[in-house]
């Protein structure tokens, strides 16, 4: 046996020699950190040569093995697990499908075994198969099809990002340094010393999820987009800021934020003009095991941990609560370890609502809403309950009216697309009927004015 064959070098960029399979293990190393190890040049030569942009960085060895593979040839990378998600996933898996590549056989996610604390994808694929693949095997089980997800299922194309729905969800605000936040008596003295346009209570995931009654445990200092001169108007708030922010802010002078020192990171002026206006506005989780939905009181300041979706009618609330938008959420969005990456260029904005629907189905979905809502609200509040151990006890069996509820709220939202009320249940049917609705809208195949 000889090694002549091995060569040292840069396998993105090197020649590769000629085979009849490829194998391999590329680096893990994700897109935020190419930049820091490889140095900026590096990373103008990726984007040059490969013309996605800057991807996790397995992602081009998938693109190099699918380049370098003759029709009928096959190739099997590991890759991170990030590569089943968002930009990564466009770049690798969802190229191999529009380029040829049907994957015969994957592992979606497993911890990699060796000392990196990383959870991994296997993947194996052909090139432009002769014939039909006769067998699918995803995490060890036969399926009909594996898609560019590393999910069960015949691929299909990608979602467009619909018109429709721009601008009508956001992420909530970032600070990005301690001291904005305020404990109650600080609050309280502020609020006294008549600074209460500026001192807001603050919305977390962590009230949504685990706070009975979902509402928010803390304060914050925001001026959102005022400029100094009017911040200067709440002098208490602006000392605040001045002794525990703006040091901070000065050491960081690169950074964007740096010369507004008395605002937020990011305060989200777009979405700060969405909500304008209204009384109350929806909030959700962003990363969980569960995707919630719940209203927000328009005083209140959502974090960067939120999600924030500009409605406030309860049929809006019920169709975004309903499994039909669940089901399209987990199957679009991105994942951290098992949880749900709720994102809303992917989720939300590719999801397509009931295009037109009559005063009596949105009445009935709004009813169904309120109802649900109110129940949960007593539920939780009355056992002293947050919403991620409400439902926990619903998976075990407990509370059966408010299973009940959803089941109402999900079979009003199917009769809303004008679906059987047994679709409502069935995940995988949802998602495949609102692929094909999301391409008629698309394609303007289906008039769309979901919100009137």
Request: hydrophobic share 35%; aromatic share 10%.
């Given at each position: 046996m000889t090694l002549s064959g091995i060569r040292i070098a840069d396998a993105v960029f090197a020649p590769w020699p000629d085979a009849d399979v490829i194998i391999g293990n590329p680096p893990f190393l994700g897109d935020r950190l190419i930049r820091r190890v490889h140095g900026g040049d590096y990373v103008e030569q990726l984007k040059t040569t490969f013309h996605v942009g800057v991807v996790d960085y397995s992602a081009y060895w998938f693109r190099r093995a699918q380049a370098?593979?003759?029709?009928?040839?096959?190739?099997?990378?590991?890759?991170?697990?990030?590569?089943?998600e968002n930009k990564h996933r466009l770049a690798s898996l969802n190229y191999l499908l529009q380029t040829g590549g049907v994957i015969t056989d994957a592992v979606s996610s497993q911890r990699w075994p060796g000392e990196a604390k990383v959870y991994v994808s296997i993947t194996n694929w052909i090139k432009n198969p002769p014939g039909p693949v006769q067998q699918f095997t995803l995490d060890g089980h036969v399926v009909d099809g594996i898609t560019s997800h590393l999910r069960a299922g015949q691929p299909t194309p990608e979602p467009a990002r619909l018109s429709g729905n721009r601008a009508r969800a956001f992420i909530g605000c970032q600070p990005t340094g301690p001291g904005f936040i305020l404990n109650d008596d600080t609050a309280a003295a502020l609020h006294a010393a008549g600074e209460s346009d500026v001192v807001r209570r603050y919305l977390n995931s962590d009230d949504i999820t685990d706070a009975p009654g979902a509402a928010?445990?803390?304060?914050?200092?925001?001026?959102?987009?005022?400029?100094?001169?009017?911040?200067?108007?709440?002098?208490?708030?602006?000392?605040?800021?001045?002794?525990?922010?703006?040091?901070?802010?000065?050491?960081?002078?690169?950074?964007?934020?740096?010369?507004?020192?008395?605002?937020?990171?990011?305060?989200?002026?777009?979405?700060?003009?969405?909500?304008?206006?209204?009384?109350?506005?929806?909030?959700?989780?962003?990363t969980g095991k569960r995707l919630l939905f719940v209203w927000a009181d328009a005083s209140w300041c959502p974090s960067n941990a939120t999600g924030v979706l500009a409605f406030d009618d309860d049929y809006s609330m019920g169709v975004l609560t309903s499994r039909a938008h669940g089901a399209w959420a987990w199957a679009r969005s991105s994942t951290l370890k098992q949880d749900l990456r709720y994102t809303p260029s992917t989720a939300f904005e590719t999801f397509p609502w009931p295009p037109t629907t009559s005063p009596a189905q949105r009445e009935s979905v709004a009813a169904a809403s309120r109802d649900l809502l109110a129940l949960r609200s007593q539920l939780a509040v009355q056992d002293e309950l947050g919403l991620t151990q409400l439902y926990n006890a619903v998976d075990e069996g407990a509370y059966l009216a408010l299973q009940k509820a959803h089941r109402r709220l999900d079979e009003a939202v199917a009769s809303s697309?004008?679906?059987?009320?047994?679709?409502?249940?069935?995940?995988?049917?949802?998602?495949?009927?609102?692929?094909?609705?999301?391409?008629?809208?698309?394609?303007?195949?289906?008039d769309y004015q979901p919100f009137g």
């Open positions: 370098q593979l003759r029709d009928g040839q096959r190739a099997g990378l590991v890759s991170t697990n990030t590569l089943r928010p445990r803390r304060w914050i200092i925001d001026f959102g987009t005022r400029p100094l001169e009017q911040a200067m108007r709440y002098p208490k708030s602006l000392a605040i800021i001045r002794r525990d922010v703006k040091p901070d802010r000065d050491r960081n002078k690169q950074r964007h934020f740096a010369r507004l020192w008395w605002q937020f990171a990011w305060p989200r002026p777009e979405m700060r003009q969405a909500v304008a206006g209204k009384t109350r506005f929806i909030c959700s989780t962003l697309y004008g679906w059987p009320k047994t679709v409502a249940q069935n995940n995988a049917d949802l998602v495949r009927r609102l692929g094909e609705l999301n391409t008629a809208v698309a394609t303007e195949a289906t």
